[in-house]
């Protein structure tokens, strides 16, 4: 599976990044593959994942790959405009556009469903006050969306939000 996903991340010649994308189908599932490129999520993801690989390759007493070293140094970082994460580097609107708040808030799962290694928690912080404020909270947010944007925000320390968010009534949260 490492194998896979570092060769799915291809190296700009110019940045010397490795990004992810485009074709690619992510998450926000609104987005269109052919032109999606280095989603929040699936980088940190993906950084998250070849890192775990070489941890196991060590505990079996094999030596890193190189390879994966090089994907997980290079690899692009989690995209930001106006100092708060997005969903996507290739369409960076996040918070300029209401359609492209129409599904899931990906850009706080990097800490929400990730160890989060690889954010800024100031960033993120200000990412989660703009989702609790501007997201579209009636008809494009759901289910598993309410743990996720919880566990951002214990993360990030605030307990507080978290339970609001669990108990927060709306169409997609029944409990």
């Known amino acids: 599976t490492a194998?896979?996903?570092?060769s799915m991340a291809w190296l700009d010649p110019v940045t010397k990044q490795y990004n992810l994308g485009p074709p690619l189908w992510i998450a926000q599932e609104i987005y269109d593959p052919a032109t999606s490129r280095n989603p929040s999520f699936?980088?940190?993801?993906?950084?998250?994942?070849?890192?775990a690989a070489q941890t196991w390759r060590e505990r079996l007493g094999m030596p890193r790959n190189p390879k994966w070293d090089e994907v997980i140094r290079q690899l692009a970082p989690v995209p930001q405009k106006d100092r708060r994460y997005v969903a996507l580097e290739s369409h960076p609107d996040t918070f300029d556009n209401i359609a492209s708040r129409h599904d899931h808030p990906t850009m706080l799962a990097p800490l929400g469903l990730?160890?989060?290694?690889?954010?800024?928690?100031?960033?993120?912080n200000r990412t989660l006050n703009s989702v609790l404020r501007d997201w579209d909270w009636e008809t494009k947010i759901w289910g598993w969306d309410y743990p996720m944007?919880?566990?951002t925000a214990t993360r990030l320390g605030r307990p507080e939000t978290a339970i609001?968010?669990?108990?927060r009534d709306g169409p997609n949260n029944h409990y």
């Open 114 to 124: 990730l160890p989060g290694h690889d954010v800024d928690r100031t960033t993120m």
């Open 42 to 51: 699936e980088l940190s993801y993906w950084r998250w994942a070849l890192q």
């Open 164 to 167: 609001d968010i669990l108990l």
């Open 3 to 6: 194998d896979c996903m570092a």
């Open 149 to 151: 944007i919880a566990m």
